[in-house]
């Protein structure tokens, strides 16, 4: 069976050292460089296509979370986890969004480094339960923000607005929706372009796009 290939990136020499000891201490890993810091990182990823990389989220230069970054975009195989000594929601939530595959404390135990390793190898994340709990805190915070969000903008139109809306989401034209709510078209208009006002939009297929999107009606 082939060995999961491991880049350590981490500035503190001491650090690596330990990363070192405790994964080459086992039959399926291999650590197959080093590196200090992002740029260096991002020098011999290409070289060395590790398939994890174990990232500190603090150095100088290009921060972890930067790194994370630029190699989810760069290079889809390669994987990087977390490592942190932050058990801080803000930290959490930002090396997720960057797409890291894990994120781990610096002092987690062998046992969690290993579990972690095999887990995002085998094509998994790796988040043990109070990062996940803030993870999942983070996820209903940004849904509750999203329906407030959609919940003022209803507010915003008026009831003929939404008619009007409503008809436009069907593709009725001007003359149409008029015709159909017993208004004039230059009524019509002035209630497109005040809506487009309200909810910043640019044209009508923005504010059909809107209304579908965020289930104004």
């Known amino acids: ?3 999961i290939q491991v880049l350590l990136v981490d500035d503190h020499t001491i650090v690596r050292n330990g990363l070192r000891s405790i994964l080459e201490n086992t039959d399926d890993i291999e650590v197959i460089g080093e590196a200090s810091n992002g740029e260096e990182a991002l020098e011999k990823i290409p070289l060395l296509k590790p398939h994890i990389l174990l990232v500190d989220i603090s150095m100088p230069g290009i921060s972890g979370i930067e790194l994370v970054k630029k190699v989810t975009k760069q290079w889809i195989g390669i994987r990087p986890i977390i490592l ?5 929601d803000a930290y959490i939530l930002k090396s997720v969004e960057a797409g890291a595959y894990g994120y781990l404390l610096k ?5 969690e480094i290993m579990t972690a390793l095999h887990s995002v190898k085998n094509g998994g994340k790796y988040f043990n339960a109070s990062v996940a ?11 509750q923000k999203i329906e407030k969000a ?10 003929k607005e939404r008619e009007v809306l409503r008809l436009l989401v ?6 149409q929706i008029a015709d159909q709510l017993d208004l004039s078209v230059r009524t019509v ?4 372009a005040n809506m487009m006002r309200r909810l910043q939009v640019h044209n009508a297929a923005e504010l059909v796009k809107l209304a579908l999107e965020e289930k104004l009606l």
């Open 150 to 159: 959609t919940e003022s903008r209803k507010t915003l139109l008026s009831k």
């Open 107 to 111: 002092d987690a135990t062998r046992d």
């Open 84 to 88: 942190s000594m932050h058990n801080d």
């Open 189 to 192: 208009d002035n209630h497109r």
């Open 170 to 175: 069907e593709g009725m034209s001007s003359r």
């Open 1 to 3: 069976m082939k060995k």
């Open 133 to 143: 709990g803030v993870i999942a805190s983070g996820y209903l915070s940004h849904v």
